[in-house]
Structure formats: C-alpha cells, structure tokens
C-alpha cells in the first residue's frame, strides 16, 4: 500500500470513527436520556389527586430523585471517558448537551408544577439555559471560545444538588430538610446563574472587542 492509499485508508477510519454511535459515552448518554420520562412521569404522578397514588407518591419523589442523581453520574462519566479515551463523535456532541438540557428543565418544569420551586427561579434557570447555548454558538461562529467559569460550575453543582432533594421533598433525619436546604440551595443557583450569565456576556463582548481591534491593525 502506497502513502496516498494509507493517508486515504487513514481519512476513511477517522470519518468512521467521527460519525461512530456505538461507543460507551454515547451509551451512558442515551442511558441519561432515557431516565428522563421515568423522572417527569414518577413526578407527574406526585402531581395527580388519584388516591391509589397516595400512598406511593413519597416512593415516587424519591425514584425522581436517585434517577436524576444517576443521571448526573453518567453525565460525569460519559464527559471523562470521552476525554480519557479521546472519543469525539458527531452523535455525541449533538446529544450529550442537548440530554443535559432536557433532564434540567423538565426536571424543573415538574417542580414548578409541584409547587416546589417559585416560577421565577425556573424562568430565570431557563431562560439562562437557552441564553448560554446560543451565546456559545455566537461565539463558535466567530471563532471564540465561551470557557467555563467558576460561577458557572457554582451554579450547577447547587443545581444538581438542589433538585433531587425538591424532588423527594422529605425530612429522613431530625436536623436535614430537604425542602428547606433544597429551596436554599436553587436560590443560590438562581443568584450564580444571572451573575455568571452576565461575567460570560461581558467575557465574550470584551473578546469580540479584543479580536475588532487586532483585525484593525492587521
């Protein structure tokens, strides 16, 4: 085989190996995707006035609850392996944000519905959800890059601690309220996902700044 037939050879098993679904990430991912309607319809049921329901529905807040702890594992998991093993598919990268929106926010709308969380946090966790994918894909677009900061991991290591425990919505010792310290904490991640959206909006503005003026001298 000649360089040219092993630098096609070559390009064929990359584009393969792009456009690859069946690997362990994509696996997790997928997994993480379908935990989402056993989380909305464990907690669809907390919502109903069906009595047969009643004496489960704290069974129920907390399955909600352990699927979107699980869920947040393999969305750890799926992330490390794919940089460990430098897995980069196409599928993935469609997939794995677009699964950690879906478990958000319907994770959110059910609580709301509940009336577990105040509808303004919700808007406002959203909203900022929305708002970040789009400025990431602005700023991809005029080749910048939108890293994530500390106020951002911030945001959403209260976030993920806070809705699990809005989900069971129970007090299992004397002294842990998961209402009261789960209603604590997504307040905590309402304040760092407005100021955080606010620090990347400024980042980006100053980097488009940044990258106008050196065109200029250019």
Known sequence: MNEDQKTQSSDS??????????????????????LIPVIVGSLWVCTTDIKIFDLIKKDLGYIAGWSFVLASITDFFDGYIARKRGIVTVFGSFLDPIADKFLVISSLVMLQALG??????VVALVLRELYMTSLRLLANERGLSVPVDNLGKWKTTFQMISIPMLMAWDKPFK???????????????????????????????????????KKLKE
């Open 116 to 121: 577990r969380v105040d509808p303004l946090v």
């Open 175 to 213: 002294y842990l309220s998961f209402p009261f310290l789960g209603t604590a904490l997504i307040y905590l991640a309402f304040f760092f996902s407005v100021y955080s959206a606010g620090n990347y909006t400024y980042g980006l503005v100053k980097k488009v700044k940044e990258s106008r003026t």
């Open 13 to 34: 098993e990359n584009v393969t190996d792009e456009w690859q679904i069946d690997n362990l990430p994509n696996r997790l991912t997928l997994f993480r995707v379908a």
